[in-house]
């Protein structure tokens, strides 16, 4: 199906923080450090930001959004969401740059008081979005993987592997020659993570370093950094558990694109800030990793990809163009096909394609990882077991009661949740309490290179 030439309802956006200090993931776990954007980092949101405004905000572009305001920022129109979780607060620096080149300041935002005086907001009309901030310990979905034991199984299986025990070998003499360049930290290709990391932060911010490293030693730690979380980050069941940080990302992106299909819905944007994780699992859920290999590693800083609304030959049902840009060096935005189909997809095959497979609560997590004491998780158990000593208590009816006991006694714990939730004894919604925050106060054609370039 083509909706070529027609005009934007609107856009989900997807993109990666921009440049950062050094950064260390427990290869196991992926459990992480600390750490901090810099001045490159912050630069390259904002260019982001400035294509993303002049793609789909600024009169005359082809790809500008039909009702959106190409003037001021609209709170009703516009969604944001960042991990405030991994990485420290890298990602959620790097929504505050690309919003300052997606919303510039203008003369235009300014108040006129009651005697007349007109009154410009600060630093030139500088206008301040608001930013969910989505905490890893009280909401799953940006960051599904911490602290879930099955998918740190399927991690360790992967390391196990032939193949992975393979390439390991292959690649023996090349990670050999490494330890001069390492600065003493650990040489194998279950650290290969690592290992690239701290070669491309040495090779961009420490001279001497980039000055030192043998030509082709970087390409070749991205490619096996590619092979490496790839394979951690992806199922070949759409539901496997390395999928899981597609998973949990996937109800908001539904819930951003029904949004903005709904005519009384004012949405028109919603741009959520992650690291490169989620791009490894939804690349393999939408096929397009088996379509384009070229998308199965790991995406750029400032990378980002654009889920365009377009209308479709049904009115209730809007039709989903792909685009991805990798990186500030990829020159425009390129369109690749979603599920192995020709051409734009219908939303509706794109929720059944993906809902299924979708971890929508809390309470599904918690199912998943096998959890009940993390996250959310003690909390959900101590209500369920409160519900058992209110049967023994006599408090619920007997079907109900029994219904209850017997899911629990026998450990089907996202049962007994379910069950709970249905009785109105216990609210499991999507989203966990978060805090808001403001970045200050409220108010194609180009082929893709994983080889090439920063992460």
Known sequence: MSSADVGLLGVVVLARHGDRQGFYQDPFTYAASQTTITPLGNQQEFQLGQTLRSLYMEDGSSFLIQGINTTLFDEEQVKVRADAGDEGGVIFASAISLLQGLFPPTDNHNTTLADGTVVEAPLNGYQYVPIESVESDEDVSLEAWVDCDPFNDATAAFYNSSLFQQVASENADFLQSLPPFLDGRSVSLVNMWNIFDYMTVQSVHNATFANSLPDGYLPRARALANFHEYGVFSSPQIDG?????????????????????????????????????PFLSLFNMTGLAETYPELAGVVNYAAATVFELRPGNSSDDP?????????????????????????????????????????????????????????????????????????????????????????????????????????????????????????????????????????
């Open 241 to 277: 558990i390395g999928n899981i940080a597609g998973r949990a990302i996937v109800p908001s992106i539904i819930d951003g694109m029904e949004r903005i299909a709904n005519n009384s819905d004012p949405l028109k944007f919603m741009y959520e800030a992650i690291s490169y994780k």
């Open 319 to 455: 039709v989903i163009r792909f685009r991805f840009k990798n990186g500030t060096d990829a020159t425009n935005f390129t369109t690749f096909n979603l599920f192995g189909e020709s051409g734009d997809v219908p939303l509706s095959l794109f929720k059944s394609k993906l809902q299924p497979a979708a971890i929508n609560s809390t309470a599904d997590w918690c199912a998943v990882c096998n959890n009940n004491a993390d996250r959310g998780c003690a909390a959900l158990a101590a209500a369920a077991s409160a519900a058992v000593k209110e049967e023994n208590d006599g408090r619920l009816s007997s079907a109900a009661a029994g219904a209850i006991g017997a899911a629990v006694t026998i450990g089907a714990f996202a049962a007994a949740l379910a069950l709970l939730a249905f009785l109105g004894l216990l609210s499991i919604g999507p989203k966990a309490r978060r805090r808001a925050r403001t970045n200050g106060s409220h108010s194609s054609t180009e082929k893709l290179d994983f080889e090439r370039g920063p992460h």
